[in-house]
């Protein structure tokens, strides 16, 4: 039967509108089916061939446990992990940025957790920075660009969101 059930982690914390995902879990022996109780919240799907939790949450959904179950002919075991959905914690009143060459700037959003935030992947414009504890960009561009997209990670905990922000200077 299928022995030693677990995943990456015991408890996940997704962020609303973010597409998620937990990794594939490890199990002994060969697990031939999964099941999930109860069932995840909306948006959220379970593959029941691999285990593995994934989708974009359209709801938040407080910290529930979920009971997950690795079947095969011989017998089954199980796990239990908690998932909790919150709401958005970083948002920047723009997305879609138009700066002049050489005049100051400064974009500060709304940071309802503590977090680190970074660029994920991209680059912010020259002359620009990010604060890590705040988030907030600011700084004086040098060069021109044209719609140059950066994505802006917050981790906080368990709970990573991500933002794309495109900038024309």
Known sequence: ??????YSSTGFVFVIG????TDDPLVRNIATNWEIS???PTGLRFNSNTGKIYGVSRETAV?????ITARNDVGSAST???IEVIPEFIIFPQTMLVLGK???????????????????SGSLPAGLTIDASTG????????????QSVTINAQ??????????TFTV
């Open 1 to 6: 039967p299928p022995e030693n059930v677990r």
């Open 18 to 21: 973010q597409f998620v995902y």
């Open 38 to 40: 109860p069932s995840l």
């Open 63 to 67: 910290s529930t446990t979920y009971s």
């Open 80 to 82: 239990q992990i908690s």
């Open 102 to 120: 050489g005049i100051p700037f400064t974009l500060t959003p709304t940071l309802d957790r503590t977090a680190v935030v970074s660029v994920f």
């Open 136 to 147: 907030v960009i600011s700084g004086t561009p040098t060069e021109r660009v044209s719609s």
């Open 156 to 165: 906080s905990d368990l709970a990573s969101q991500k933002v794309v922000l």
